[in-house]
């Protein structure tokens, strides 16, 4: 059976973000089970939605809305590396909750690794940081085909505590599962 076809999944999409996608932003952006893992704070007013669009979400390298029926509902980001490390990229994401565990974010990576493998040719790797913690998002990588390569205890900080991360590749020989 065609995966697409499955009521839950389809309509999604990936786009870039516009100031018109503020107040779906700001519905699962102000969320804090969203933002929890997150490396930015809850997002509390249609001001600061707007302000994020236009400020990081729309001059960032790579970052786009992952949409349902054209409207946000999260997001994935790519930030290429520069320098001796270009060959690299983080990737990070967000799903609002009333989504969690249908299988779009895994949905949303697959659609998204091979359009920025092509789109930055000297990338080779992607990098994913999750905290412990945070088993919904090990999950996804894992069933996209991202490998586990560790432990980095005592990594970073993250909402004003050091955190032990795990750190998951993709790299641009491997497939997608």
């Not at 409207?71 to 790519?78: L, M, Q, T």
């Amino acid at each position: 059976m065609d995966d697409h076809n499955n009521d839950s999944r389809s309509g999604i999409c990936l786009q870039p973000f516009k100031a018109s996608d503020v107040d779906d932003f700001l519905k699962w952006a102000s969320d804090d089970r969203v933002t929890h893992y997150l490396r930015w704070n809850t997002i509390t007013s249609k001001q600061q939605a707007l302000d994020y669009i236009n400020n990081v979400a729309i001059p960032h390298p790579w970052r786009q809305s992952i949409c349902l029926h054209h409207h946000s509902i999260g997001y994935i980001s790519f930030k290429p590396q520069s320098g001796d490390n270009r060959c690299k990229a983080h990737v990070s994401y967000a799903l609002a909750v009333e989504h969690w565990g249908k299988g779009i974010v895994t949905e949303a990576l697959k659609m998204a690794l091979p359009i920025v493998f092509k789109q930055f040719p000297q990338l080779l790797r992607v990098e994913a940081l999750v905290e412990v913690e945070n088993k919904g998002s090990q999950r996804v990588l894992q069933k996209v085909g991202f490998l586990k390569e560790g432990l980095l205890r005592k990594y970073a900080f993250c909402k004003g505590e050091i955190k032990d991360f795990l750190i998951y590749s993709f790299l641009a020989t491997d497939n997608l599962i």
